[in-house]
């Protein structure tokens, strides 16, 4: 079985090198949590996968796919789902998802009882025929990740899902999240809450400075600093390292 | 110099900078060179206006200028379509003043006076009214100042005043719709009171120019006997702004004098109401409109029709549509009337030479801006370009949205013109394809991302865009009017916008 995402000496530069030659492999139906400093460069790689940005080197493949030789394809496998939601003011969230599904050619019967589902799932149902305007953060990246699943989608790709939203909400979102890889489908997400790749993650990976530092389980990533800490000191840790390496302060570094 | 914090001067040092910064970041894409560009642009075109307008007052100034009744009905009739265009661009802004988020949030979360804030913004309205209207009326007035002696400098005077007016009446309608229609319907209705200001009184006079004398001039219509002769004597008080601007020292004092007090009477009596209305505004980003469930929703269809769907569901609920649709729309009533006139008479190819200009022009404009809203107005750019699709399908299915749109209004006017003569019909046909095929396109080169609500933003984002756009649109109009005409000159117009397109074309940034 292909990896799910499988990425190799990516790099990009926009008026510096942002990524600087990253190797990445993701396992089908993994839950795998990209950490790094503000500004290490998680976002650029992860849009790069979602065919948001063209690498300026490197490849990447999505399921066995060659995303970049066959963008198409690898899309039709896979979902983004942005920090800022991807939703139409003026669309219901109903008539988003069936926008969603038409964009996936998703067999209408299935796409309408799937979008009621997670429509209900999600604790939308009270507001399926309100427009979109008027919902809050949460709720409207509620939205964004029901349109994310309407399509089934075998891999998952979040950018900081859970960035405002309240406890109730980001507890939903990660119950979706865990009950889609226990069904097989692969969630790749980057976060800044420690404790929710601790807890949700199977692997996970530290970004600094545009390269790939460290990766592992928590238990490996322990191992290499040589204690037994919490994942919060292990990056901090890690990412000191890279700065020192690059020649920066802790303080810049984190 | 310094202000203390929160004053009304550390307010409108705050803004002006602001302004300021916006106004050259947009002149110059933070490039110095560019304003020099800008500079030598802007001159050229000025020296070229004051040309046009020297050389259309010579003949007035050699004959004498008198101040007659006839000369004060001319200059206060131009004078109103002049303020109709100020009150309608400063109804917009001061619509802005309440609606635009940025950073009122921040000030009015802080100790800050919310009065003394739209004190400030008032101003600023005023200030950018002023600076529109003295650059519309310059290269006249300048033209009149260098042949006629530099009496001509108070109408100077006298487009301030206006300005100040305007913005008093409209701060004046803005806070009447508030309390008659409450903050959640004050935004369109002041939208569409805008556009039919800005265009109705302009139609009005077409209208009835057509009605009295089947002609299109607004100025035959001020110099006409019946219109003179129905107007007060010359001593008449409502003469006094004609008067101003015809270098009367007294009544322009008087004039610049009211109408600041007018300004700054409205202002403090609206300023104490900003902060709460303000806040009621910014409530309706909280708001939900509910929706009947869609009966189409979930049917079969392909990717291109499920972005087109999307495409006319979020423009037929788009209030700024509404709003351009209708001023489009009351574009169109002259031109209609006079098709109207001269339905079933055979003599009225004539006609033609003004109707299809109009309609070839109010075209490729709708398409332009629907253009924009399709291709570059793309709230979820990143669920789009993340879709299982190419990016030319996208393209294409939105292109589709957007003439399928144009075809829809244009049909029954198409229908009206084939009724009286099939020929034009054509001829209307061909050239307003032409025009909405090229400001789509043009929109299609400049695309940028951007989100749906930066619409009034689109024309400064990209000069170039828009002012390819105006012009391929002028000539595609210009190509119509020769073509109903039955000239063969016809083809030069339509060589020049073909040329247009070009230019266009290479000016276009490089899309990656």
Known sequence: MPAALSISGLTKAFDRPVVKGVDLTVGAGEFYALLGPNGAGKTTILRMVAGLLKPDSGSISILGIDALADPVSAKRRMAWVSDEPMVYDRLTPLEYL?????????????????????ID?????PHANELC??????????????????????LIILDEPLTGLDAGSARQVKDVLRSKTAAGVTVIM??????????????IGVIAEGRLIAEGTLEELRTRIGRETTLEEIFLDLVAQGAAENGLSKQDAA | MTFAPASLPWLAAHEFRLAWRDTLAMMTGGRRVRLFGWLAGGGTVFGIMLLIAWFAVRPWVEAGIVIDKQALVMISGMGLLFWTVTLSQALEAVTRVYYGRSDLDLILSSPASSARLFAV????????????????????????????????????????????????????????????????????????????VGAGFVIGIQAAAILSHEGFSRLAFFQSDAIVAAAPASDSLLWLP?????????????????????????????????????????????????????????????????????????????????????MQLLYLVPPALLLWINYGASSGDGTFIVIVPVLVMACGQLAGGLAWLAISGEDAHDLVATAPLTPSTILRAK??????????????????????????????????????????????????????????????????????????????????????????????????????????????????
């Open chain 1, 190 to 203: 980057t976060t800044h809450i420690l404790e929710v790749a601790e807890r949700m993650a199977e692997r």
């Open chain 2, 242 to 326: 004609a008067r101003a601007a015809l270098g009367e020292p007294m009544p322009a004092l008087l004039m610049i004098a009211l109408s600041l007090i007018a300004f700054a009477a409205t202002a403090a009596l609206i300023a104490p109401s900003y902060g709460r209305l303000a806040t009621a505004a910014a409530g309706l980003n909280h708001v939900r409109g509910q929706r009947r469930p869609q009966k189409r929703a979930f049917r079969p269809a392909s990717q291109r029709q499920a972005l087109r769907r999307k495409e006319f569901l979020l423009l037929q609920r788009d209030p700024w549509l509404l709003s351009q649709t209708l």
């Open chain 1, 98 to 118: 069936d926008f969603v599904a038409g964009l996936w050619q998703v067999d209408p019967a299935r796409a309408r009882q799937t979008a009621h589902d997670l």
């Open chain 2, 121 to 196: 913004r008032a101003g600023t309205v005023f200030v950018s009214t002023t600076a529109l209207g003295l650059v519309l009326v310059s290269p006249l007035v300048m033209a009149l100042v260098l042949q006629d002696g530099p009496r001509w400098f108070s109408a100077f005077l006298v487009i301030i005043a206006l300005a100040a007016l305007s913005v008093a009446v409209a701060m004046a309608v803005t806070r009447l719709l508030f309390r008659l229609t409450g903050p959640r319907r004050t935004r369109l209705i002041a939208q569409i009171v805008a556009g039919i």
């Open chain 2, 399 to 512: 292109i589709e949205a957007v003439l399928t749109i144009i075809a829809l209004v244009m049909a029954p006017l198409l229908l009206m013109i084939g009724l009286a003569a099939s020929p034009m019909a054509l001829v209307t046909a061909a050239c307003a394809a032409a025009a909405a095929a090229a400001s789509t396109t043009i929109q299609l080169w400049f695309r940028v991302t951007a989100k749906r609500s930066m619409f009034r933003r689109r024309q400064v984002a990209s000069r170039a865009a828009t002012l390819c756009e105006a012009f391929s649109s002028i000539l595609w109009a210009g190509t119509g009017a020769l073509w109903a005409a039955g000239l063969p000159l016809a083809i030069g117009p339509a060589i020049l916008a073909l040329l247009v397109l070009a230019i266009a074309r290479l000016l276009a940034p490089r899309q990656g």
């Open chain 1, 133 to 154: 305007g008027g919902f809050s953060k949460g709720m409207l990246q509620k939205v964004a990740l029901a349109g994310a699943l309407v399509h089934d989608p075998d």
């Open chain 1, 121 to 125: 799932w999600l604790g939308l149902s």
